[in-house]
């Protein structure tokens, strides 16, 4: 066994080369061409007005000129209507008005958009916050001959256009804020710390990413990219907040219900805040000027008529000619939710996604996501939690098979969150709109697909995601591997046609009397069942002495307890030896010790009383599942054999064998059968996934006998004989009855689990250790043989509970056998469900 180093293969190397010269060849382009900027930027064949630059207070930087590029729509001459200023968005520039403007020209008016300073064509300033840029388009207005003008500020641009208001409200006849920004509360988050740590992020994600990309100036030049990011930099809508409610211009809100940037509720708000508003709400989204033009210059023409003049008395009414439908149900439930959560501030709601992603990764994922296209929670906080959350998820949340080791794969487990947020907006914009229309069942149905889209992109992309999807299916095939309520359908009929018929389950504790008071429901100990079996009072060399290690707040007595034993306790035969709690089920924390140190460790972190037992070195493992005849209690007289052998099981060890070539991690997903339950064996072996096992070297991955802990289980009927069945029949007859110390006859039914150095010698009767017994609740775990049917496994499970039940009666009839009563019964924890699945 070797560490996995891996060499950086000759093709990655010739990649890593040519992507270096690409990227070389790239800059170098753009510095002697000069890059596509003009391709990019309409600007060449446009007119450009000079006006000085100005620094953040809005003064004037002496010497220093700046170009405003814009396109013009002349009016005729005759006309002496006030012109109007078109303002674009981040980003954006003049001609994005370039269906719009001519529909306001045609009422004669001059119409202006420019673009604006550090936008598109346009000089890059100085600063180019909302209050500077109002400086900067009087002073273009300026330029251009115009006094009083009609104002439109489309998104970023209606900022601009409050400002102005603000700055020289005499030259300002009436202002649109068309799907435009307002107030701080509306933006995003509502936080002006949190929106600006996101423009910041913004400009690295612009900025730096694309000039790690080789595109030869496809994607313009860093100004290009980032410039319209610093009018987000620069701003504060703090400030517009404060100066909206003061504005008296006659002001016109013309906005999107669907609005996916500006929400509906921000520009109703925007509306509260300022007195002189009239907000007309349309059916449509952000992108009024592109796909409602001839409803939105209706509208606008419409309104700079009305104003004119000065003087003529504000509009303040709604016009809602998109109300929001009475919702039901499911929908109504959910905007519910979505609607309190938007009461959360940004901060509460961020730590509740990063909670709640740590907790529930992907059911966490579709929530968030669903909430986000709703705009009730903000994309840049739903993105942070996201990540957060699910770094926290891997590293100590995560399963086994997810958990990353190595650079890339931590790389890759955080950037999943970008994928799954494109597929969440997708998906979560269905969800919703299936809520609208058939309400629970699109939002359970959509939710679910979502939910299985971000686990299948997870997966595929990956090879050993890849791997996974395949165990997922031999799983899904094979009932081994099934949920044991569904194994168990039979036994839970079975125990609810007891309950219903008054016959209860707690009569079945009958069995057993010697074993424990529940008959091995939960209350079995081990060093109890050892001492019963015979251990220290017979020379039978198939029951496995045991010392019992009990709890002890000073953790040294345990380990001089435990080291005393394996020195002085010759039965124990020295080490290796078994370490198991007193009290535990399903393989749990059964350990193989081989050093002290193993043990003193097992000592340490056990926090609870176990046993150590001397080890049998097998190779092989069994399960034997004796069942006592009902005659040899009914019957004084009966002279039979006391009991026969009702199943056995053959449990299979899992090995890898090494290649030479692949990881060990990479052995265990490639196995057909060992990736069914790849989680066990990769948590088992953390610290040597990466190591590289030689040809033909073995590594044992388990040596419990358990099926949780990875043992294959297989029908052994063919093993059963007359010398192992009167064997196994006499163990059982001297197990102690418990109640004056001698005795036999106090086990009826249960399974031994016991190790043997071949099937030849257990034939015999001969070389075999009882590991341990188990009462009532044991299982013919036979039923789990992959080449057995289902249907086969119910009817070797049916017969097991019948014989159980047939021998409970029996004692009953006899009075041998005291079941616990129904009341404590149904105090017991977890009874019922240990009964029937075990």
């Known amino acids: 066994m070797r560490k996995d180093r891996k060499p950086i293969r000759t093709s990655t190397r010739i990649g890593i080369g040519v992507y270096l010269i690409l990227l070389l060849l790239s800059h170098g382009y753009q510095w002697w061409s000069g890059g596509i900027d003009h391709l990019l930027m309409p600007g060449a064949d446009r007119p450009s007005a000079q006006i000085f630059d100005r620094d953040q207070n809005g003064d004037v930087i002496d010497g220093h000129q700046l170009d405003v590029v814009y396109d013009k729509w002349e009016s005729n001459p005759a006309s002496d209507k006030t012109p109007v200023l078109l303002m674009h968005g981040a980003p954006g520039m003049g001609t994005d008005f370039a269906r719009l403007a001519p529909r ?36 273009f207005l300026d330029q251009m001959g115009v006094g009083r003008v009609h104002l439109v500020g489309w998104s970023n641009g209606g900022g601009v256009g409050l400002q102005m208001a603000d700055l020289d409200p005499d030259r300002v006849a009436s202002l649109t804020m068309l799907a435009s920004v307002g107030a701080q509360e509306t933006e995003g988050s509502g936080s002006y710390f949190f929106e600006h740590v996101k423009y910041a992020v913004g400009f690295g994600i612009a900025g730096v990413v694309p000039d790690l990309i080789p595109h030869f100036g496809v994607l313009g030049s860093r100004d290009l990219r980032i410039g319209w990011l610093w009018s987000f930099w620069d701003s504060d809508q703090r400030e517009l907040t404060r100066i909206m409610p003061t504005i008296q211009t006659p002001t016109m809100i013309l906005h999107g219900r669907h609005d996916p940037l500006v929400s509906s509720k921000g520009a109703e708000l925007h509306h509260e805040l300022m007195p ?7 059916d449509a989204s952000h992108f009024l000027p592109f796909m409602q033009t001839e409803e939105t210059a209706g509208y606008l023409n419409a309104f700079f008529d009305r104003h004119e003049q000065p003087g003529v008395a504000p509009q303040t ?17 959910l905007h519910w939710v979505g609607d309190l959560i938007l009461t959360i501030p940004w901060w509460a709601q961020l730590l509740g996604i990063i909670v709640l992603i740590r907790r529930l990764p992907h059911v966490g994922m579709v929530a968030v996501m669903i909430l986000t296209v709703m705009m009730r929670i903000d994309f840049g906080v739903a993105i942070l939690g996201l990540l957060a959350g699910r770094t926290w998820w891997l590293i100590c949340g995560t399963s086994p098979l997810d958990r990353p080791f190595g650079v890339l794969r931590w790389i890759r487990g955080v950037a999943f969150v970008l994928p799954a947020v494109i597929i969440g907006l997708i998906g979560g914009g269905w969800t919703v709109a299936l809520t609208e229309q058939i309400g629970l069942i699109g939002l359970v149905g959509g939710s679910w697909m979502l939910l299985c889209a971000f686990h299948a992109v997870r997966l595929v992309i990956t090879w050993s995601g890849r791997q996974r999807i395949a165990a997922t299916i031999d799983r899904t095939f094979n009932h081994e591997y099934w949920p044991t309520v569904i194994v168990y359908i039979p036994v839970l009929c079975w125990g609810l046609g007891r309950v219903i018929s008054g016959k209860g389950l707690g009569r079945m504790t009958a069995v057993n009397p010697g074993y424990s008071d529940d008959a091995g429901v939960q209350d079995e100990s081990k060093m109890d069942l050892n001492i019963k079996l015979g251990d220290g009072t017979t020379d039978d060399e198939s029951v496995l002495h045991c010392v019992l290690i009990e709890d002890d707040e000073n953790i040294q007595n345990r380990i001089d307890a435990a080291i005393d034993a394996i020195d002085n306790d010759d039965a124990l035969g020295g080490q290796p030896v078994i370490c198991k709690p007193d009290k535990g089920e399903k393989g749990r924390a059964v350990r193989l010790e081989l050093t002290k140190e193993g043990v003193i460790e097992y000592c340490q972190k056990s926090g609870e009383p176990f046993v150590i037992q001397k080890y049998h070195p097998g190779p092989l493992e069994l399960g034997v599942l004796w069942v006592r005849h009902v005659e040899s209690i009914t019957n004084p007289d009966y002279t039979g054999p006391s009991g026969f052998i009702y199943a056995i099981t053959i449990k299979h060890f899992p090995v890898l064998v090494g290649d030479g070539k692949h990881s060990v991690r990479k052995l265990i997903l490639m196995h057909k059968r060992y990736r069914a339950q790849a989680a066990v064996f990769i948590e088992r072996f953390t610290d040597r996934l990466d190591w590289i096992l030689d040809d033909a070297e073995e590594l044992p991955l388990g040596f419990a006998g358990n099926h949780a802990q990875g043992a294959m289980f297989t029908d052994g009927e063919h093993l059963i004989t007359p010398e192992l069945s009167a064997k196994i029949g006499s163990i059982a007859d001297r197990f102690n009855t418990g109640n004056n110390g001698d005795g036999g006859g106090g086990f009826d039914i249960g399974r031994f689990d016991i190790r043997c150095e071949s099937l030849e010698q257990l034939r015999k009767g001969e070389g075999f250790g009882i590991v341990e017994l188990n009462g009532l609740t044991s299982e013919p775990t036979n039923i789990y043989d992959p080449d057995r049917s289902l249907y086969w496994a119910w009817g070797v499970l049916g017969g097991y509970w019948k014989h159980a039940e047939r021998l409970a009666q029996a004692r009953l009839d006899t009075k041998t056998g005291e079941p616990i009563d129904e009341k404590t019964w149904w105090r017991m924890k977890r009874a019922l469900v240990r009964v029937m699945i075990p």
């Open 104 to 139: 306001l020209n045609a009422q004669q008016r001059t119409i202006l958009a420019p673009d604006l300073i550090g936008f598109s064509a346009s000089s890059k300033g100085t600063n180019v916050s909302y209050r500077v840029q109002a400086h900067y388009m009087f002073d």
């Open 276 to 282: 002189t508003s009239r907000i007309v709400m349309l």
């Open 317 to 333: 009414d709604y016009l809602n000619l998109a109300p929001i439908p009475q919702r039901f149900g499911a929908n109504a439930a």
